[in-house]
C-alpha cells in the first residue's frame, strides 16, 4: 500500500489547521482533523502534524490488520478506502460497515461501494464518501 498517498489523501480531506477549531460536529480539532481539548490549543507546529498522522495511520493500519481477517488480502485500493474511513470514523465506526465489509470480502466492490454509500457517514460528509466508494469501486 502506498502510505504517501494515504496521508495525500487525508490531508485532503482533513485539512490543515494550526489552531483549534469546531469541527462539523462541534468538537475542538487541530492539525489534520485531530481532536484535542481547547484549553491547550495554542495551535501544532505542521511537522508534528505530520508526525502524528503518520503515527495514526500505522495506528491504524495496525487496529485493521487485528479488526479484519482478510486486510492482508485487499487490494491497496480497498486497504485506502478502509483506512481513511477508520482514519475519520474510528475502527469500531467501519466495523459498523458489516455489508460494506461482507461484500468486500466476497470481492463485489461495486456493490460495496454503494452500499458504503448508503449510510449516515455519506449524508453527513458526501465528497469525501463519494471519493472513498469510488477507491472501492475501482479496486
Known amino acids: 500500500m502506498d502510505r504517501e ?34 484549553r491547550k490549543g495554542d495551535g501544532m507546529p505542521k511537522e508534528i502534524g505530520e508526525i502524528w498522522l503518520n503515527y495514526e495511520i500505522e495506528t491504524f493500519e495496525r487496529g485493521l490488520k487485528l479488526a479484519l481477517s482478510n486486510w492482508s488480502r485487499y487490494p491497496d485500493q480497498i486497504q485506502r478506502a ?5 482514519y475519520q470514523m474510528g475502527i469500531g465506526g467501519l466495523l459498523g460497515f458489516r455489508n460494506t465489509l461482507r461484500l468486500i470480502d466476497d470481492g463485489r466492490y461495486q456493490e460495496a461501494a454503494t452500499e458504503a454509500l448508503n449510510s449516515r457517514w ?4 458526501p465528497e469525501r464518501a463519494g471519493r472513498v466508494a469510488e477507491w472501492i469501486a475501482d479496486a
Open 82 to 86: 478502509l483506512l481513511n474511513m477508520s
Open 122 to 125: 455519506a449524508e453527513q460528509t
Open 5 to 38: 498517498q494515504v496521508a495525500a489523501d487525508l490531508k485532503s480531506d482533513e485539512g490543515w489547521r494550526p489552531n483549534v477549531y469546531e469541527d462539523h460536529l462541534g468538537y475542538k480539532t487541530i492539525g489534520f482533523g485531530f481532536l484535542v481539548d481547547d
